[in-house]
């Protein structure tokens, strides 16, 4: 996979290397600021070939942080929603059972199944897409 940018950064740094050292003086957050770019970078890279883990597509691109005004209870409420982690879901785990099933449609009970998928709470989400339309901006 080619990251827009990356290739024009590589031939920028290659390009780099044929100019003469000099005793010119930089702040250290320059450097600071490479070093962090290059380890997201590098992450990218990583992250990049674990597509079949099921966070990549929760948070394909790294470094970036969904930041909202909410509390600690409510951010972690969030999150895991973001990544299907509640205990609805995934206590079956921990019981050493098999995955619960959607008691409406007998699918695999995950967090985007019933944010999503069910016919079952589509009348639901349409209310809250509509009432979401209402108050956007108003918070
Ligand atoms: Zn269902």
Redesign the pocket.
Known sequence: MVIRGNEDADIAAKAGLDVAITNMRFPVSDLLTCGNQLCVKEWQQLWNQCTSNKLYSVQPVVGRSVSFSLGRYDSVLINRLRIGHTRLTNSYLLKGESQTV?E??H?PLTVK?ILV????YSAARQIIIFWSGHTQGRF
């Open positions: 959607c409406a449609c699918s199944h998928d069910c016919t079952r």
